[in-house]
């Protein structure tokens, strides 16, 4: 479903819109990238403050523009590897600003376990994956791009996001629990995913 959700919305007619509104305004799409940082950063003291809507909209705003910098990119033909590892690098800085921000806001809240007990079992599950493909590319065990793009898994980073929003939205409306709930089901199906391709890597090994 994660899956169908963002190619809807990573559609090449959308992202040239996109690309074409936004490259009227001069900036390259690596500050473009690096912008991206400013509503986390605002995000993350918002939700240290205890202000959760505030949080879920600067972090979804952030979102926004990070799909701007690959849109403008691709208006400019300005694509670059540069770009691309920019934009990886900054995604990690903008993701762990999220945990720790849900960390504080949630702190003292207990499902089975303390919530900020869970939520650094998320960071490490979120970003395992992302390092078990770059480091079994960086040894030569999986190289092949081809199988790089198909090691995949369970959750990735926007259906971790997708989900995360989803529980702060729904506390929003209802009752903190449900942000717990989806907290916990992230982790869990996020280091099953580092699972799944440290599986894949010694498979393909």
């Keep these: 479903m994660g899956k169908v959700i963002k190619s809807y919305f990573d559609s090449e007619g959308l992202s040239i819109r996109l690309g074409m509104v936004f490259a009227k305004i001069g900036l390259s799409p690596n500050a473009w990238t690096i912008l991206a ?78 919530s900020q007990v869970w939520v650094l079992l998320l960071v490490y599950g979120a970003l395992m994956p992302t390092f078990i493909r770059a480091y079994s590319d960086h040894k030569g065990v999986v190289s092949d791009p081809e199988k790089l793009r198909k090691m995949g898994g369970l959750l990735e980073r926007f259906e971790r996001l997708l989900l995360i929003y989803l529980g702060m939205f729904l506390a929003l409306l209802f009752n903190e629990v449900y942000l717990m709930y989806l907290i916990v089901l992230v982790t869990i199906l996020a280091n099953l995913t580092a699972a799944q391709r440290i599986y894949y890597v010694i498979k393909e090994a």
């Design 37 to 114: 940082l400013v509503p986390a950063a605002l995000g993350l003291i918002y939700l240290f403050n205890g202000n959760l809507l505030y949080g879920l909209i600067l972090f979804i705003f952030s979102g926004l523009i990070d799909a701007i910098d690959g849109a403008v990119a691709r208006v400019t033909k300005s694509v670059s590897n540069l770009g691309a590892f920019l934009d990886g690098v900054i995604d990690r800085y903008v993701e762990a600003a999220l945990y720790l921000g849900l960390m504080a806001y949630l702190w003292g809240e207990t499902l089975i376990l303390p």
